[in-house]
């Protein structure tokens, strides 16, 4: 009998290894994918700790064909604090990203009514600068077919986070910039509007997202919001860092396995 997709896919992962080929049978949309999803989380046998996002500019929504983000599970044992050292495999695709993540302060209550970004920013505890690494459990480059993102867990690999800052409503995360550096050479420029025009919107609609699979945002969540520069293909031995204005800094290096 074959192995379930979500058991296969969750088994690659905690090998830190890629498929050689595609699995027979892909997902065929995006609720599906979420399923595989789900069986994948399952079979992980960790917490999940919080969620990334991807796909939050238009343009990579509209490239993959869909017309929202999408989002997989943070784990137990695979969010780091900064500065952090992170030994991967040969084959990994090594893409980082600077991001802004948030960490929730409570449980947001399930409702029939659609989470707002006021219940959203209530329920902030800090705000953090993340490096998130990414790779697919599959063959090819980061490219992929949108079910396919949700059923590997939205490429997510590991997470760092920057010592971050307790929240405040006066903090403008869609102005806030970021610096990212390659030893001592800055490689990438960007800004939270970047992750769906501003980073508490990305929250805002994970919390809604959440709702409609029966989940729900809980104390102690982190959240990973989206890409905010170009994407970095991270050389071994260099340190990276992303120098945010407000929010401080995280430092990430990789090392080969």
Excluded at 28 to 33: A, H, N, S
Excluded at 205 to 232: F, Q, Y
Aim: net charge negative; proline share 6%.
């Amino acid at each position: 009998m074959a192995e379930p997709l979500g058991a296969l896919l969750a088994r690659t992962r905690r090998a830190g290894a890629r498929l050689a080929a595609y699995p027979e049978r892909a997902p065929v949309d995006l609720v599906e994918g979420y399923r595989v999803q789900d069986d994948m989380a399952e079979a992980m046998g960790r917490p999940v700790i919080g969620w990334k996002i991807g796909l939050t500019s238009h343009a990579a929504q509209e490239a993959m064909g869909v017309g929202e983000p999408i989002c997989g599970p943070l784990f137990d044992g695979l969010v780091h604090a900064s500065p952090a050292h992170l030994v991967v495999s040969a084959d990994d695709l090594r893409v980082l990203e600077a991001e802004i993540a948030v960490r929730m302060a409570r449980d947001l209550p399930r409702t029939d009514a659609p989470v707002s970004r006021e219940d959203v920013t209530a329920a902030i505890a800090t705000v953090h600068p993340a490096f998130e690494l990414a790779t697919k459990r599959l063959p090819g480059t980061i490219r992929e077919s949108a079910p396919w993102i949700a059923a590997d867990g939205a490429v997510n690999q590991h997470l760092v986070l920057g010592e971050g800052i307790d929240w405040r409503p006066d903090l403008d995360l869609a102005k806030e910039p970021v610096e990212v550096d390659a030893g001592d050479t800055t490689v990438a420029t960007g800004i939270g509007a970047n992750a769906l025009g501003d980073p508490l919107a990305v929250v805002t609609w994970l919390a809604n997202h959440l709702h409609e699979r029966g989940r729900t945002l809980r104390a102690g969540d982190i959240v990973s919001t989206g890409l905010l520069t170009e994407m970095i293909v991270a050389a071994f031995g260099t340190p990276y860092t992303a120098r945010f204005a407000n929010l401080g800094t995280v430092t990430v290096q990789l090392d080969q396995a």
